[in-house]
């Protein structure tokens, strides 16, 4: 190789200047339209699992630990932050943060997980129908609602300690 | 642990040695992205090498498959002894949107040990530098588990020193929280 060629490549390196990002000391922002991994808003999701039925990585988990509480788990390993679950979110309780910087050494460290107080049925006491009408009968009594004064009435006493019902249902917490 | 530990072995220069297992390719131009002029990785001299016996740490990117999960295996025993694997990309890190497809096995670390995982699809040059130098300790990783509850669930049985009996009754006083 001649030392023109030499000299010509020694130019045309001058001339480019550094590129180089000096990027893990100094931060970089990101696009306007980035779409980072999805956070979710407890205050706002009611439950209805349209995420987890759409998510093409079959992300989002939901399941019911008891009947009025719903868990909704976002574990974080294979979402290809699409976008979907922003999308179709009826109450828009996901957003698509600018946050990147995700890597980590415990897969688990991007897990996000929900409870969801699910309202009752003020008969039945459950979020949907019943599964017979047997079940009915070892409910506690129907409620009275006052609502002038916001408050609820129970027509049984066995809500209060030490006074358990018959037959209570016991709640399944985990 | 696993800081000090790389802190020590690996004090020097980090050779890769990159792995592709069957994903889109996304992972991998993102990949040698970061070994361009633009992110030069190899200031902190980190290099690509072409042999898993010359390298210290294996970059899988795509999800193991029926197909490629004993060559990953191989390339993975043929590494010398203090050795790290980094799962970059959805794929790597839980088997990405193919996870239940008939070919796919699942996450690289049903075959190999992973150390480190930068999720993302494709991850950003950013994020994989981010992921190795939460590696060697230049910078702290960012993100932890999050937990959220509703706050006050309305429910009477959960909150008894609430409930007053009144008569043959129960009055709960939180209504207006439902
Ligand atoms: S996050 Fe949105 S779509 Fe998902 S369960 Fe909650 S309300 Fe439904
Ligand atoms: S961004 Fe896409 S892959 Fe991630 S949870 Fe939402 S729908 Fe699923
Ligand atoms: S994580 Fe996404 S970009 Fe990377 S190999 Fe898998 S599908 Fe392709």
Redesign the pocket.
Known sequence: MSVSSKLKETLVCLKAGRVTLPYPAQARPVPEKF?GR?IFDVTKCTGCAG?AN????R??LVFDICQEIRVLE?SGLR????????DLCPEKA?T?SHDFETGTDSIHDNQQRLEIFMSTCQRCGRCFEEPSALEELKMKGYRLDDLANDRWVFRSRSYLEGEPAVEDIPIEMD | MLKNLCQKMFGRSLWVYHANSGGCNGCDIEVLNVLTPYYDVERFGIKLVGSPRHADVMLCQGPAMHSTARALKRAYDAMPAPKLVFAIGSCACGGG?WFDSYPVLGPVERVVPVNYYIPGCPPRPEAIIYGVAVAVGLVDKKTAPIQLKQLVLPIPRYHPNELCGSGEMVVYERAEKV
Do not use: F, Q, S, V
Request: glycine share 4%.
């Open positions: 779409r999805p995420c759409n998510c093409p990585a992300e989002i976002y979402c290809t932050y699409c976008g979907r679950c922003a996901i698509l | 949107i």
